[in-house]
């Protein structure tokens, strides 16, 4: 950290900027490209409702809060620890080929706001007073306005960072991109309630997005089963694990009640609609198939210490034949391996936990 500001300033001096690929300078188009993979790869992923102008609005003002100080000094852009090699009791420094003319804040909010470091606080205020103490050769900064500025590049920084593991995570589903949003929502949120009055608008969305169930920490470290009915003209549902999936069994062949007005209105959980399955369709040996596949996979995890299942039933409405294949198929693993349960009926918008026993 006390060698980043003489790279910044030095390298500054001498580099012409013109050759610096794909653009010279740290400007608007730069900051709204990233602000905008964050909306579409990372807010638009999650599935919530966004007011599109308001955000946009809120964008500008960080576009215009980031550009307020711009000395001539090289923003390396990609400055983090990975990119830090030790040799010779020296460190040297990669991966720079997106460096551009830039204010200091960035590669400082880069380097100490890294998620997956998970530097303490303690350790992230060492490395700042270093910063500081070294900028103090080309520049004078008072450490609270300095602090106040930093913040905002950070949020900024990990609005960025939920665009890469949203695309590289909600979308690639790589598992790795997946875990630490959590701890990236929280330090977004911190970081935000210091803006709540300039920034309100993206404050409310961001508290919206952390207490998305999907995005709540688990403590729980035992195998944990997710059990879901849906309607095929809906799609399969996704695996937020990033597992890339599980069983999906088509219920489509049983016989429908759905067709019957007298059931139109209830669902598979109702005692009308539970009759009529058990007797004028072939449910019962259709479980009986597909709890032999989910034992024998249940077994198998439990025994290699995998922690996640995903069970998906569907059915042309995802009303009737796949929520009464899923409740049954939930209770069955249950009982017979007192694992924990999600169940999450998605057409009927109702879920709830089977707790491990």
């Not at 470290?221 to 549902?237: A, C, N």
């Amino acid at each position: 950290m006390a060698l980043l500001a003489d790279i910044q300033f030095k390298v500054g001096e001498k580099l012409d900027f013109s050759v610096c690929y794909p653009v010279a300078d740290f400007d608007r188009v730069s900051v709204f490209w990233d602000l905008n993979y964050f909306k579409y790869c990372f807010l638009k992923g999650v599935g919530i409702e966004i007011d599109e102008p308001a955000l946009e609005r809120e964008f500008d003002t960080i576009c215009s809060l980031l550009m307020e100080e711009n000395d001539n000094t090289f923003l390396y852009r990609d400055f983090q620890s990975r990119n830090i090699m030790w040799h010779n009791n020296k460190p040297y420094f990669i991966d720079f080929q997106g460096g551009r003319r830039g204010p200091i804040y960035y590669d400082v909010a880069s380097f100490v706001g890294q998620t997956r470091a998970k530097y303490s606080n303690e350790v992230c205020e060492k490395m700042i007073d270093a910063y500081l103490n070294s900028l103090s050769k080309y520049k004078n900064i008072k450490k609270e306005l300095f602090i106040e500025k930093l913040n905002l590049f950070r949020i900024f920084r990990l609005l960025q960072t939920l665009g890469t593991y949203g695309y590289r995570g909600l979308f690639e589903r790589k598992k790795a991109f997946i875990d630490p949003i959590p701890t990236t929502l929280n330090q977004i949120g911190e970081l935000l309630n210091n803006y709540k009055e300039r920034l309100p608008y993206l404050w409310s969305v961001m508290t919206e997005v952390a207490s998305l169930p999907r995005f709540k920490p688990c403590e729980y470290k035992g195998l944990m089963v997710d059990v879901m009915s849906f309607s095929y003209h809906r799609g399969i549902p996704d695996d937020y694990s990033g597992n890339g999936g599980g069983f999906v069994f088509d219920c489509r062949a049983i016989h429908n009640p759905g067709r019957y007005e007298e059931y139109k209105k209830l669902n598979g959980t109702d005692a009308p609609v539970i009759e009529f399955l058990e007797r004028e369709s072939n449910i019962c040996e259709f479980l009986d198939n597909a709890y032999a596949m989910v034992d024998n996979m249940v077994e198998t995890y439990l025994k290699r210490g995998f922690t996640h299942i995903q069970i998906c039933c569907g059915c042309t409405g995802g009303q009737h034949r796949s929520v009464y294949s899923a409740e049954h198929i939930a209770k069955h693993i249950s009982e017979k391996f007192g694992v924990r349960i999600n169940v999450k009926h998605i057409m009927l918008n109702r879920s709830y936990t089977i707790p491990e026993r």
